[in-house]
Structure formats: C-alpha cells, structure tokens
C-alpha cells in the first residue's frame, strides 16, 4: 500500500470518529443549545408543576400582584417565598453544561420521562414562557461538582445543567406553602396575654425596662428566655381538615408591641392533641407536632415570676 493510500486512509478514520463525536457520542457532544430556558422573572405569573413527590397531582403557585399562592386543586394557601425566588432564580438563564443523550430511550436513565421526571411550564398570563422536564441530581465526587439531568418537554435532547434543580422543583405540596407561623422583634414587644382554661390566665406587660406578671415583678432572665424562643417559630405539620365552625379556642396567646400589628396565637383542643393557629397565617392550621411547642408557646405563670 503506498503513501497516500495510507494517509487517506488515516484520513478517513479520523473524519469517522470526529462525525461520530459531533452526531452520535452521548457524553462530550457540544452540538446543542446554548441557553435552554432564559426567564424575565417580573413577566412570570404562574409557574405549574407536576412532581413525583406530589404523586402526580399538578400543583399551580400563582402571583397576583406582589403575592403568590399556591394551589393543588383542593388547598389554596400563600406560598413560601424561599421557594419560589429558588425556582425563578434557577430558570433566569438555564444554561447547559453538556448533552449526555439524543434519543427517547435514555429518558428512563436520567429521569425525565414522564413517570420519573419533574415537569416544570412557566407563564406570564396564557403565553407559556418554558416547558421543561427536570430530572435525577448528579455529584462528581472528583471534581465535587452538582448537576441535574433537564429535557426541553418538545425535545428529544437530555442536557447536564448546573446545580441541584430536582430539590428545588420535586417538593410536596405543603413544603410549598408558607410555614410562617409567629414571627416578632424582641425590642418591640410589651404585651403578652396568655389565655387558659380555669384561673390560670396572666398577663406579662412592659413598663420601661422592667417586666411584671400580673403586676408582680418577674425574672428577667426567664423573661427573655421565653422571649427568645418565640422570635421566630415556623410549621410544618398542616391540619387542612381542621374547620372552627364555632370553636373556642382554648388557650390563646395575643402579643403587642411596638411598630408591629397584634398577633394572636390560638389553640384548640386539649395540650396532648392541639390544633394551632396563628394570625399570620390565615389560611393555614397546623398539628402541634410535638410537646415543645406547646411548651414554648403557653407558658406557666410562675415560671416567668421572680421567686
């Protein structure tokens, strides 16, 4: 075999493999898009999703105005804010890092067909903005790197993008909604009303810098231990068959302070089984969960009287 029978023979295995690369190799392909979703976020007003960890069920959270809600059909309740600005943040400029597949048989393998995939449709008003499956995370333990595996929902194409996108879409619906339940700036507070069954109701009130119980002198460490502990309280257990229908609630906790609105704390039932509420949270009521936040919440007059 002479010369250039040998170089073009050279030749044409090098353009087999570089063809091969560019059309058919699944893992270094960089024949693809170079953005695949990019959002203004102030047009989105809906974003819809259907999650495995919902079982299914489409899940809506909807902005009006400058609040979003969120909906699965049955409940309707504000949106947890963390949630959504992770999502939007996620989708401003989707960016692929690689295309590992080009065919409908690998959608199984990275999770994004439709009975293992996160589907994701954003809107502003009816015009839809982005359809995209999201599914299984990946960790490089060598280069300690995070991605998720995403296909266009009209796209054939599965793509690696940067960070952990099956966290941030494949919730439950109740982790979607807002689990704020008391919220309050020690400085501002002057007045608590703890309300109990029988005589043992009492006040704890600010005058200057000295807290009294009821008019007697309390602990001011006890004080500002309690104080401490309700400065931010968050649920996550969510009663939604729980209706008052003409319910007293049993113990009540009404806090007043300075620059804020009152707050009033209602629980209903008895301490072992309660159902709590919370003025900052209209819609929502939630399982007590556990003995400490009763506790935390409905303290004994004389645990904040100094002895």
Do not use: C
């Amino acid at each position: 075999m002479n010369r250039n029978k040998i170089l073009l023979l050279i030749f044409g295995v090098l353009l087999i493999v570089f063809l091969w690369k560019q059309f058919f190799s699944e893992g270094e392909s960089r024949n693809f898009k170079e953005i695949l979703v990019e959002l203004d976020t102030a047009r989105v007003t809906k974003i819809q999703l259907l999650t495995k960890a919902n079982s299914g069920v489409a899940v809506d959270l909807v902005r009006t105005g400058d609040q979003w809600e969120v909906s699965n059909g049955t409940v309707k309740d504000d949106a947890d804010q963390n949630s959504i600005t992770g999502m939007l943040s996620s989708l401003v400029s989707l960016k692929p890092k690689r295309l590992v597949a080009k065919s409908e048989k690998k959608w199984s393998q990275y999770e994004v067909n439709d009975s293992l995939g996160t589907k994701v449709k954003v809107y502003a008003g009816e015009q839809e903005l982005a359809d995209l499956v999201v599914g299984k995370f990946n960790f490089q333990q060598n280069t300690r790197s995070m991605s998720t595996f995403v296909r266009l929902s009209d796209d054939e194409d599965v793509y690696s993008v940067e960070g952990f996108l099956s966290s941030t879409f494949n919730q439950e619906f109740s982790n979607l909604r807002d689990k704020t339940f008391l919220k309050t700036n020690k400085p501002d507070l002057t007045n608590l009303k703890f309300e109990y069954p029988g005589d043992s109701s009492f006040v704890l009130s600010k005058m200057g810098e000295q807290w009294s119980v009821d008019g007697l002198e309390a602990d001011s460490l006890a004080v500002q231990t309690y104080l401490n502990g309700i400065q931010n309280i968050t649920q996550r257990q969510f009663d939604d068959t729980f209706g008052v229908d003409g319910k007293v609630a049993t113990y009540r906790l009404t806090v007043d302070g300075n620059n804020m609105n009152t707050i009033i704390i209602d629980g209903y039932g008895n301490a072992d089984d309660l159902i709590l509420h919370s003025s900052l949270n209209e819609n929502a009521y939630f399982e007590k969960g556990n003995l400490q936040v009763f506790e935390q919440l409905f303290v004994s007059r004389t645990n904040l009287i100094l002895q």
